[in-house]
Nanobody
Framework: QLQLVESGGGLVQPGGSLRLSCAAS????????ISWYRQAPGKERELVAS????????DYGDALKGRTTISRDKGEKTVYLQIDNLKPEDTAVYYC?????????WGQGTQVTVSS
């Protein structure tokens, strides 16, 4: 059964950093690109970053460009999202997603709250 499980969110002060994790199972991890999205209250879900199956190709959305780094660990079957210099407007639920045989599979999300 394909599964994505996010973790690493929490409450952080402005200017702080977090590393989010997306643990994958139930499919051949090294064969698929994986993306991170976020959704703030009252807003549409938006792309944060994507990483290719081999980790060589990385794309970043405009919202966090310059403050985030996506990476993946084949052995751990995990994709990471490092976010630096967090701002209150980064408060959102962060999700990872994989497109598997033309269907999108999402994790349950991890809440990131940036507040002093």
């Amino acid at each position: 059964q394909l599964q994505l499980v996010e973790s690493g969110g929490g409450l952080v002060q402005p200017g702080g950093s977090l590393r989010l994790s997306c643990a994958a199972s139930g499919f051949t991890f090294s064969s698929y690109s994986i993306s991170w999205y976020r959704q703030a209250p009252g807003k549409e879900r938006e792309l944060v970053a994507s990483i290719g199956s081999r980790g060589r190709i990385k794309d970043y959305g405009d919202a966090l460009k310059g403050r985030t780094t996506i990476s993946r660990d084949k052995g751990e079957k995990t994709v990471y999202l490092q976010i630096d210099n967090l701002k209150p407007e980064d408060t959102a639920v962060y999700y990872c997603k994989v497109r598997y045989y033309a269907s999108d599979y999402w994790g349950q999300g991890t809440q990131v709250t940036v507040s002093s």
